[in-house]
């Protein structure tokens, strides 16, 4: 099972910025599409942000204008610039990503999965 690792949360002021990234652990897989999912406790989790493969983008209106998803595919990794964070973007930060992974013998499976989950928290 490919794991993604998560990276780049913490604590912040108001109006000041993280980055998060998720990148696919093992160097044989590839990241696809990935979505940024945030979840605080006792409520449904969000779509945030999301990137094809492609480099297409899709975002909540919550997160329009202040939060960019992008992706460095030499690195493997998909980052997220969350800038002008709010209290409300509190939460904890989850991606899933969709990928390849180069097996023996020539054979390409795929696979999907969550990282682990990273904290942000916006202090007013």
């Known amino acids: 099972q490919v794991q993604l690792v998560e990276s780049g949360g913490g604590l912040v002021q108001a109006g000041g910025s993280l980055r998060l990234s998720c990148s696919a652990s093992?160097?044989?897989?590839?990241?696809?599409?990935v979505t940024w999912y945030r979840q605080a406790p006792g409520k449904q989790r969000e779509l945030v942000a999301a990137?094809?493969?492609?480099?297409?983008?899709n975002y909540a209106d919550s997160v329009k204008g202040r939060f960019t998803i992008s992706r460095d595919n030499a690195k493997n990794t998909v980052s997220l610039q969350m800038n002008s964070l709010k209290t409300e973007d509190t939460d904890v930060y989850y991606c899933?990503?969709?990928?390849?992974?180069?097996?023996?013998?020539?054979?390409?499976?795929?696979?999907?999965?969550w990282g682990q989950g990273t904290q942000v928290t916006v202090s007013s």
């Open positions: 899933y990503a969709d990928g390849t992974t180069n097996q023996p013998m020539g054979i390409i499976t795929t696979f999907s999965s």
């Open positions: 093992g160097s044989s897989s590839s990241i696809n599409a």
């Open positions: 990137i094809t493969s492609g480099g297409s983008t």
